[in-house]
């Protein structure tokens, strides 16, 4: 644990060619300075690992500018006010933000909000009731709109925000077939998350099984991953069918993903539509209450995989991008 004096940080120092390492962080100790008048200070007690700092890392064209380089890595943070000149926040006070890899954050409060933890857990609003939990909800909602009766899919099932698209699915009365990598987290994912099956697609069935879990095919497809996966959910889908391009994982560390077929889009008039979440603002409060209610009624059940403290975050972090977390990815600063 850092002495109170001293903050300590994850830097990005270089960009990755190819795959992403850790040489491409250092983590670095820094002075806390006093607070200014309007600054608040905040222990954070999670930082949340997130698919989306690979493209962070990375200069090329995209919807969000790079990170900057020896600056502190960008990230969700959950903690606790620890010093306040500010008077929207006491100490004490249980905050979301998004002070990046490091220990403690420094502000002054723009774009912190305090959360309740009697029923939500702190480390949730990372997760079921934060950014993953929302890009669910908006994908399914917005995009799916998913009827009684319908067939979903959903892969990277098991992870962060494909775990919360399936229960919100079955929710809303659909049939649901995940998609993730193993028989462990494949069982999970029916045991325990209630989908109606869950196809393993390192078992190299994918296509074959898909067919079988999904006798009418496939009306809403909420994609996470991209790649062969894709490639073997479209000829699955139905006329009218929607997809919700989230993301495409497998594409992000270093491997280009060859184009996908768009002759099924057009020979089944599918709606497939890419969204980014933080472009969805208006809908958060909506969305997290809701979730938020889902959790604390345990009717929205969750996994977590935590590393222990920031020297490791590196580390988790290139795991969570070759699918070793299972759950949504933290790291525990305290
Ligand atoms: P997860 O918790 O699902 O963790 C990532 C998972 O992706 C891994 O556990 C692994 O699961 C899977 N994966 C990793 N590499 C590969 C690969 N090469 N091929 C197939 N699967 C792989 O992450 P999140 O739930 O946080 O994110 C899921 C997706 O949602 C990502 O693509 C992310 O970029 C996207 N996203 C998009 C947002 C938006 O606004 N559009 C906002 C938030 C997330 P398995 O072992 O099952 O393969």
């Known amino acids: 644990m850092a002495d109170a004096q001293k903050n300590r940080q994850v830097l990005l120092v270089s ?114 009731v934060g950014m ?49 990598g193993g028989a462990e987290k494949c069982r999970y994912v029916v045991e325990t998350l209630g989908f109606d099956a869950c196809i393993d697609y390192k078992a190299g ?24 996966v894709l490639d073997a959910v479209l000829p699955r889908m139905n006329a009218h069918g929607r997809i919700a391009l989230c993301g495409m994982i497998s594409g992000y560390d270093g491997k280009p993903l060859p184009l996908q077929a768009p002759r099924i889009l057009l020979t089944q008039r599918l709606k497939l539509q890419g969204f980014i979440v933080s472009e969805h603002m208006e809908l958060w409060p909506q969305a997290l209450k809701e979730l938020g209610e889902r959790v604390a009624t345990k009717k929205l059940i969750y996994r ?4 222990q403290g920031l020297e490791n975050a590196p580390e988790a972090f290139l795991g969570l991008l070759r699918g070793k977390n299972f759950g949504k990815q933290l790291v525990k600063l305290i």
Not at 135 to 143: D, E, F, P, Q, V
Not at 304 to 307: D, G, K, P, S, V
Request: with cysteine; hydrophobic share 35%; proline share 6%.
């Open 15 to 128: 960009r990755p060619e190819g795959e992403a390492s850790t040489d491409n962080f250092r983590l670095v100790e820094t002075p806390l300075l006093p607070l200014r008048e309007g600054e608040l200070r905040v222990r954070n007690h999670y930082l949340s690992l997130d698919p989306y700092m690979r493209g962070r890392m990375s200069d090329a064209k995209s919807y969000a500018a790079p990170q900057a380089l020896n600056e502190v890595m960008i990230g969700g943070t959950v903690g606790e006010v620890v010093e306040s000149r500010n008077p929207k926040f006491k100490v004490g006070d249980n905050v979301v933000g998004m002070y990046g890899w490091q220990e403690y954050g420094t502000s002054d409060g723009t774009g912190l909000y305090a959360v309740d933890t009697t029923h939500v857990p702190l480390s949730a609003y990372l997760g079921p």
């Open 132 to 180: 993953p939990g929302v890009t669910a909800w908006y994908g399914l909602n917005r995009i799916i709109e998913p009827k009684a009766g319908d067939t979903v899919a959903v892969s990277a099932a098991s992870g962060a925000v494909g775990s919360v698209v399936g229960q919100l699915a079955k929710a809303a009365g659909c049939r649901v077939i995940g998609i993730a």
């Open 205 to 228: 069935h994918l296509y074959d099984e898909l067919k079988a879990a999904a006798p009418d095919d496939i009306d809403g497809y909420f994609e996470n991953v991209g790649g062969e």
């Open 304 to 307: 977590e995989t935590i590393a």
